[in-house]
């Protein structure tokens, strides 16, 4: 019997994760879910939107929530000055907490992923200009789309 596939996503009020969503998603940002093409996992922009993959998983909601790390750590105001890495740890701090909170285990996959995030920051310069190696870990092959000028 062909079953009726319009709609792949459950009604939201059965999903466990909107209930997060709705708490992290920083005042006055929009969520954008759509399928990202490459490694790149999420984004927050200038114009107030998080945009990942459609957030169906625990690995999909720690990306949402890291994305929420950087706006509610103001690291998109224009004159911060903190290295990348550091940028990238406090937003995966700001996931990793929000995670235990709501009482999500935090997948291996994630945990390794941050182990190298600080195996990288302690091998860089302390001035912090090696930044290409933290912005690969970030972002993955479009790590040049996010470089700062
Ligand atoms: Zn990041």
């Given at each position: 019997m062909r079953k009726d596939?319009?709609?792949p996503?459950?009604?939201s009020g059965s999903d466990p994760?909107?209930?997060i969503i709705k708490t992290h998603l920083p005042k006055g940002y929009r969520l954008k879910e759509i399928t990202l093409r490459g490694n790149t996992a999420g984004y927050a922009t200038s114009n107030r939107e998080i945009i990942c993959e459609p957030i169906t998983d625990r690995e999909r909601l720690f990306v949402?929530?890291?994305e929420c790390g950087h706006v509610h750590?103001?690291?998109l105001r224009k004159n911060i000055?903190?290295?990348a890495w550091q940028e990238e740890y406090e937003a995966d701090q700001y996931a990793m907490i929000a995670m235990r909170a709501?009482?999500?285990q935090i997948p291996m996959v994630i945990l390794d992923h941050h182990k190298n995030l600080v195996r990288l920051a302690l091998n860089i310069d302390q001035d912090g200009?090696?930044?290409v190696k933290v912005l690969r870990y970030a972002y993955g092959k479009d790590w040049r789309l996010h470089r700062i000028t």
């Open positions: 596939r319009k709609s996503r459950k009604p994760y909107r209930k949402f929530l890291h750590n103001r690291h000055d903190i290295p709501e009482g999500v200009t090696d930044n």
